[in-house]
Antibody, heavy 120, light 107 residues
Framework: QVTLKESGPALVKPTQTLTLTCTFSGFSLSTSGMRVSWIRQPPGKALEWLARIDWDDDKFYSTSLKTRLTISKDTSKNQVVLTMTNVDPVDTATYYC????????????WGQGTLVTVSS | DIQMTQSPSSLAASVGDRVTITCRTSQSISSYLNWYQQKPGKAPKLLIYAASSLQSGVPSRFSGSGSGTDFTLTISSLQPEDFATYYCQQSYSTPTTFGQGTRLEIK
């Protein structure tokens, strides 16, 4: 069974750095064709893709947020980590990690999400 | 980035109705279009990938069609559990982008 779970702080102050961890099971990110993305959703708003890391360590970022994001993986721990610098209240959202298979090219399995509030 | 436009933004329908949601993209994406269903407080769920392929376990009343820039998601006979928000997503190019969502409500 494939599962993903996000973890991180529920509350972050403006200008701080947010670090989120996606811990997954049921697949390996060293397997050819595997991808893990981070996607967020502000309260009451639409989904916004943030970043992706592939099995071969290729990394891709949102055009508007790329200067603030870093994605990395620890294959031995089955984890993907996203850091976002200089957070602002507009970054308040539920943050999801999701798996994609290159053959399907869609997010077939999602984590439950973690709500992050940016406030002083 | 490829822009996604869903219509309508919201829709009220009754159990048993046939419903169609449209997604239009700012440039041609071949068939690289996916559909998701999201219920309140839950993560999105993949329904359709590659424009018309039904994800495993998804009821056959859901179907997708289209290619190029115009796509549709059809629910042939609405069930009570189908009232949710639906999103389209293009996987043709990175960054991937989502539509703004269509909220399907009970009439």
């Amino acid at each position: 069974q494939v599962t993903l779970k996000e973890s991180g702080p529920a509350l972050v102050k403006p200008t701080q750095t947010l670090t989120l961890t996606c811990t997954f099971s049921g697949f390996s990110l060293s397997t050819s064709g595997m991808r893990v993305s981070w996607i967020r959703q502000p309260p009451g708003k639409a989904l916004e893709w943030l970043a992706r890391i592939d099995w071969d360590d290729d990394k891709f970022y949102s055009t508007s947020l790329k200067t603030r994001l870093t994605i990395s993986k620890d294959t031995s721990k089955n984890q993907v980590v996203l850091t976002m610098t200089n957070v602002d209240p507009v970054d308040t959202a539920t943050y999801y990690c999701a798996r994609a298979l290159i053959a399907v090219d869609a997010f077939d399995i999602w984590g439950q999400g973690t709500l992050v509030t940016v406030s002083s | 980035d490829i822009q996604m436009t869903q219509s309508p933004s919201s829709l009220a329908a009754s159990v048993g109705d046939r419903v169609t949601i449209t997604c239009r993209t700012s440039q041609s994406i071949s068939s690289y279009l996916n559909w998701y269903q999201q219920k309140p407080g839950k993560a999105p769920k993949l329904l359709i990938y590659a424009a018309s392929s039904l994800q495993s376990g998804v009821p056959s009343r859901f179907s997708g069609s289209g290619s190029g820039t115009d796509f549709t998601l059809t629910i042939s006979s609405l069930q009570p559990e189908d009232f949710a928000t639906y999103y389209c997503q293009q996987s043709y190019s990175t960054p991937t982008t989502f539509g703004q969502g269509t909220r399907l409500e009970i009439k």
